[in-house]
């Protein structure tokens, strides 16, 4: 995807390449990148963990008010599904630690785009010349 902008004072405009999963947001001026996060916990005994796995929920919910976490969801039996909202791979990188430090596990991560962007970029190719 690529996005045209321009900035106060400039006569030209820039045109940027997108990676996929990653979006700007104008408002703010910087990039965020979405992932979907499911983790599969290692095969330990749930009550074996029971104290740090009740820290989970503290810990997420701080990354939910900085609006970091859009999402979590328990999964059915064991594990959780998150959606983050992050500036880099470092960030999600130092998250995902964190995470793991609390409830050691596997984590599948999916790169997202918000569903208006991928519509403009349908939009755009089907309103582009063949070629």
Same mark, same amino acid.
């Given at each position: $995807? ?17 990676? @996929? ?11 965020? $990148? ?28 701080? +990354? ?8 979590? +969801? ?32 596997? @984590?599948?991560? +999916? ?9 403009? $970029? ?10």
């Amino acid at each position: $995807m690529q996005v045209r902008c321009s900035f106060p004072g400039e006569r030209r405009a820039l045109t940027i390449c997108l990676p @996929f999963g990653a979006s700007f947001r104008s408002a703010l001026g910087v990039w965020i $990148m979405l992932f979907l996060v499911v983790s599969t916990p290692r095969p330990e005994r749930p009550s074996d963990l029971v104290g740090t796995r009740q820290s989970f929920w503290p810990w997420i919910a701080g +990354y939910q008010a900085r609006g970091v976490c859009r999402h979590i +969801y328990a999964r059915a039996g064991r594990g959780a599904v998150a959606v983050f909202d992050v500036e880099d791979n470092d960030a999600l990188h130092r998250i995902l630690n964190e995470w793991a430090d609390i409830v050691p596990a596997h @984590f599948d991560t +999916y790169p997202l785009i918000e569903a208006d962007a991928a519509q403009r $970029m349908l939009a755009a190719q089907t309103a582009a010349p063949p070629g």
